[in-house]
């Protein structure tokens, strides 16, 4: 069974700070990766996709790396602002006939002016 | 806006009424999923339905019924409910499963 764990569960940074978020899974058959941000009260926005035959993507100030036969991915925000605070979220669709997606609790980012 | 539509956005309901949630998806897509989000709790994926066949069934109990009666529509019609059914309900598409999947804002559901 898949299991996906995020640390730190919650982030606090000042404004411009480089920034790290990490995701493990315990399963490495997986079909891709996917980061997710969710503002209160809101839906999720995807943010980054990653193949399992993939390293990395790239989206602006985002940048998404994933090691299949370790079990992690991480995501890296650049000059944090304001409006990144939110719930990033790491989702792993496993690959077979399911494809059975699982998520992560999620990480909550807060940065501060 | 992400080109899905969830609605209503609130419900309160009691154990005993019967009620359903709507999703409409605008991106011409061809799966479906509804998810569940407890507090504290990861995303539970619940239904998938591609080229509105149900593909996937996560052992949800039988007073959620989900109907998909097209690509773009997808319903989850709830039966005496349990508290712990509270939840935000999320749906959200996709081109194709295993590609990037686009979600509404979610049903706030609260059942008493």
């Known amino acids: 069974k898949q299991e996906v764990t995020q640390i730190p569960a919650a982030l606090s940074v000042p404004e411009g700070e480089n920034l790290v978020l990490n995701c493990s899974f315990t399963?490495?058959?997986?079909?891709?990766l996917q980061w997710f941000r969710q503002d209160p009260g809101k839906g999720l926005t995807s943010l980054l996709l990653?193949?399992?035959?993939?390293r990395e993507q790239t989206s602006g100030r985002l940048n998404a790396s994933l090691d299949k036969s370790s079990g992690r991915s991480t995501l890296y925000i650049a000059a944090s602002q304001p409006g990144d605070s939110a719930t990033y979220l790491c989702?792993?669709?496993?690959?077979?006939?399911?494809?059975?997606?699982?998520f992560g609790i999620g990480t909550k980012l807060q940065v501060i002016p | 806006e992400t080109g899905v539509t969830q609605t209503p956005r609130h419900l309160v309901m009691g154990m005993t009424n019967k009620k359903s949630l709507k999703c409409e998806q605008h991106?011409?897509?061809?799966?479906m999923y509804w998810y569940k989000q407890s507090a504290k709790k990861p995303l539970e994926l619940m239904f998938v339905?591609?080229?509105?066949?149900?593909?996937e069934n996560n052992s949800v109990p039988s007073r959620f019924s989900p109907e998909c009666p097209n690509s773009s529509h997808l319903f989850l019609h709830l039966h005496t409910l349990q508290p712990e059914d509270s939840a935000l309900y999320l749906c959200?598409?996709?081109?194709?499963?295993?590609?990037?999947?686009?979600f509404g804002p979610g049903t706030r559901l609260l059942v008493l």
């Open positions: 959200a598409s996709s081109r194709a499963r295993g590609e990037t999947q686009y």
């Open positions: 399963d490495s058959a997986i079909y891709n």
């Open positions: 990653i193949q399992s035959s993939q």
């Open positions: 989702a792993v669709q496993n690959s077979g006939g399911y494809q059975k997606v699982t």
């Open positions: 991106l011409g897509h061809n799966a």
């Open positions: 339905y591609n080229f509105k066949e149900q593909t």
